[in-house]
């Protein structure tokens, strides 16, 4: 926590020229770049949990023999309960107007649930899902509740013109740590499955996931000390917020992204089932899977986020908006290992895109005192869709028939899911060519040369400097 210089040493900065402004603006500028530094190293301990831990939700379950049933209430309930934790949470600053303490209380708390998520339903495994699904509910509405508060604090030690690199960069980290916690995970639980110990497997890679989540917690209450907050919340409530005080644009920006969210998952619970249950792959083969994603985001990110400050946010969620109904209808046509893999790699191009731009749009289009109301009431939005896709998703893969006549054609694929997944498909394009004309970019950007926007895509522009014949005019 920074603290005022001793005397003496203002008298010697005033006796070599300095003066006590300068001094201060100093201490300030130090301040931000270790709150930075210390943001960064919080999405690394953040990764490390997610991609060794959560990412492993589904695949613990299915050791519990849950049903897809099981699985997507596994999805939806959790996110549900978040949505009330967040805005309990904004509430309950609103009171305490401390956010250290509530971010130390709710990340504590969270790590802590993965001693009961882990070892309640193997204690009583017959009802081992249900079990699992009740210790997620309580592992996600701690997480949840520090959400909005944590990106408020973020939000206010990074600058508007830097906003996109520096989350970009935060995102490349993050994309990083999750690609090597999967392999190392995959790898445990692989070995476990041979040595027929699954459950070991689980458990290690469980506990690291605790620690890590502590790890993070530390790096939060470190940059709350050093970041200053100034109008943290607004005085009035979130209905005020979305009534009166958002713009038509963000109101119809929630909108899109909450439907997009509810499409999206209705296919995105059943992956782990299809993979796992139905194409018999090992745990390390769904790492793998998962690590093709994660490497394109790394490779993808920073390029999405200059674009996203040069061109702006709407325009990076309208390539990628439009992109993203492509990526499940692509599980129909073939099962082969390497071809999904080929198709996840894309995949996480686009999805580093549309993440980026979801997040960054919300930053841009909020006031100071309005971000932690704002993120909130973005964060619920979004928790809903995501909770009745997954509910959704589950029913359709009760009654989808597993195969498909056209004509004299009959499709069979290894289960009847991939054919949610298209559903999923169509349902985003649809939202897709509904929704992204209805709000514009919220911050004021430099004129730029439009024609040559899709030149500047992220892998599109490095195989473009690669050809011999490119003419440097083509793009700026």
Known sequence: MNQSPPQHQTSLLLLEGGTSDNLTLSSESEASAQSRRYGVRDAAFQAAAQGGGENYFSAFALLLHASPFH????????????????LSSVKLLQRLRNPGRLIVTFGRAQAFCWLPLLTLPLLIPEHGPWILIGCAMLYFACGHASIPIWNSLLVEMVGLSGRGAYFARRARITALMSFVALGIAGTILTLGQQWDISWIGFLVIFLVAAVARIGATNCQIRVSKLTPVHHIEAPHGFRHFLLQTATRDFRHFLLFSG???FAVLISGPFFVIYLLRDLQWSYLQYAGWMASSISAQF???????????????KTLVAITGLSVPLLPMGYLFSEQYLFLLILNF???????????????????S???EERTRGVASANAMNAIGWGTGALIGSWLATITPAQLLFGSWVVTPASNLPFVFCLSGALRLLIALSLLGTFREPRPLAPSLTQHLLWELPLVKPLIALLPWKNPRVAP
């Open 366 to 368: 909020l006031r100071p």
């Open 346 to 364: 894309f995949g996480g191009v686009i999805w580093a895109g549309l993440s980026l731009g979801l997040q960054n749009y919300v930053f841009d």
């Open 259 to 261: 439907l997009m969210h």
């Open 299 to 313: 490779l993808t990110l920073t390029p999405w986020g200059q674009f996203g400050d040069r061109y702006g946010n």
């Open 71 to 86: 699985i997507g209430i596994l999805s939806a309930l959790p996110q549900l309960v978040g949505v009330v934790a967040q």
